[in-house]
């Protein structure tokens, strides 16, 4: 019994498809899309935007003194500021640049 599933065991499993072939990273034929550049220049604005945002929000933070807690946004406010702009990023650009680019520009924040 033993010797039987050893036997099985060397047996190798025949596959009824063939992989591809590894494609290019980025190809000639991409450089010359509009698509390419529209995704670009969505992403770039968008981190722009992210970024003027969440910076403003933290340097008011900072700028707030003990007397003007009331006054300023606090530190969930800039938890908020973080996460509403991540959410904006994503849901304005997938449309665009499509859900990859967005999810790692998320990954990498």
């Not at 707030?64 to 406010?77: K, P, W």
Request: hydrophobic residues 50%.
């Amino acid at each position: 019994m033993v010797k039987e599933m050893s036997m099985a065991g060397e047996h190798q499993a025949v596959k009824d498809y063939e992989d591809p072939p590894p494609a290019p990273l980025l190809g000639v034929e991409e450089l010359r899309r509009w698509a390419l550049y529209r995704a670009l220049i969505a992403e770039f604005i968008a981190t722009l935007l992210f970024l003027y945002v969440t910076i403003a929000t933290v340097i008011g933070y900072k700028r707030q003194s003990q007397a003007e807690q009331c006054n300023g946004v606090g530190l969930l406010g800039v938890a908020w500021s973080f996460g509403g702009m991540i959410f904006v990023l994503v849901y304005c650009t997938a449309g665009i640049s499509g859900p990859s680019l967005s999810a790692l520009c998320i990954i990498n924040i």
